[in-house]
């Protein structure tokens, strides 16, 4: 039996509504990344493009519990000596909670030609509005353990 190989023609793309609010940052990204890669489709090969666009609202409304926030911390590098910028993620989520979203989930995907054309697919809005319905995206909910408990 020969190795089945999905073409262009096989591959049928769809849109996912994620709604972040109340989510785990970590469990929301596995699920969107899953996603982004196909790997929830029976034609998923490691090599190819086969997943789906997916659309995250409430970006701000991400649960973290509040050492979270404070320790865990986002670098940058300006790329000149002592150009290290360093921020929390408390921060981060202030200012750009799109951001927060965007690199839990680059950092699933693969590293290369692959993961930068996967990650075009990924759109993060902070608010409960976002600019795609003209794709009739389908609401996707996410599994009970993403969802943050009474500890959060």
């Not at 596995?30 to 090969?45: D, F, M, N, S, Y």
């Not at 995907?109 to 993060?124: A, D, M, S, Y």
């Not at 976002?130 to 996410?142: G, M, Y």
Request: with cysteine; glycine share 8%.
């Amino acid at each position: 039996m020969r190795t089945f190989m999905p073409k262009g023609s096989d591959i049928k793309r769809e849109w996912h509504v994620i709604d972040a609010e109340g989510a785990v940052l970590g469990r929301l990204s596995t699920e969107v990344a899953t996603l982004l890669r196909g790997k929830h489709k029976p034609i998923w090969a490691p090599h190819i493009d086969c997943g789906d666009h997916v659309v995250v609202i409430n970006a701000a409304k991400i649960a973290v519990s509040p050492r979270k926030g404070r320790d865990k911390l986002y670098h940058r590098h300006s790329g000149y000596p002592g150009g290290l910028s360093t921020q929390s993620l408390d921060e981060v989520l202030a200012k750009n909670p799109e951001r927060v979203v965007l690199l839990a989930v680059k950092r699933m995907l693969p590293k290369g030609r692959l993961g930068r054309q996967l990650i075009k697919k990924l759109k993060v809005h902070p608010g409960p509005t976002h600019p795609h319905q003209a794709q009739q995206p389908k609401a996707r909910a996410l599994p009970a353990s993403a969802l943050a408990g009474p500890s959060a």
